[in-house]
C-alpha cells in the first residue's frame, strides 16, 4: 500500500514556483491518493490520516498488538489481502469509521496471506473480514465490505450493548 499526497497550488497546472516541477494533482485542497494493488482511491484528508495510524498486524506481533491491548480498549482489526478487488473498495471505508471512532477503539489491519497463523486461527475464510476483539477475544465479525456508516453502526450498537451490560 502507498499513499501518496499531492502538492497543493493556488492555480491549476502552474508550479509554485519558477523552474518547479508541476504538481502531480493541484487543487488548494490537500487530497490523498491510496494505491493498493494497482486501485487509486481518492482520500479525504481524515481517511488518509486513519489509513497512516492503522496498526500493521503481523503474526508477529498479533498476541501484543491486539489480544494484550484488547484487554483495555476493544480492538478493530480488518482482514485483507492484495488480490481482493472487495479489499480495495473497503479500505477508505474502514479508514473513515477508524477516524470517526479513534477514541473508543484501536484500529488494525492485517494482510490475510502474509499472516497465515492468525487468519486461520480466527477462521478467516471471506475477505474483507472486520473482527472486534475485546477482552483477548473475538466479539463481533463483519464479513465484505460495507459502507463506512453501516460499519460504523454496528460499532457503535456494538459499545453501546458493552455499556449496558457494564451498567448491570
Known sequence: MRLLRSTTS??????????EPKPMLTRRALMQL??????TTLLSEKEA????????????????????????KPVVVEFWAEW???????????AAVAQALKNDFVFAECDQEKSPNTAGGLNITALPCTIVLDGGKP????????RAAE???H???????KRTQKSR
Open 34 to 39: 491510496l494505491v493498493v494493488g494497482g486501485v
Open 84 to 94: 481482493c478487488k472487495s479489499c480495495k473498495f473497503y479500505k477508505p471505508q474502514f
Open 155 to 161: 460499532l457503535k450498537n456494538f459499545l453501546k450493548h
Open 139 to 146: 466479539v463481533l465479525r463483519m464479513v465484505g465490505g460495507g
Open 10 to 19: 493556488a492555480e491549476p497546472n502552474v508550479p509554485s514556483e519558477p523552474g
Open 49 to 72: 490520516e486513519a489509513t497512516i495510524n492503522l496498526l500493521q498486524v503481523t503474526d508477529a506481533n498479533f498476541q501484543a498488538a491486539v489480544i494484550e491491548r484488547s484487554k483495555t
Open 151 to 153: 460499519v460504523e453502526g
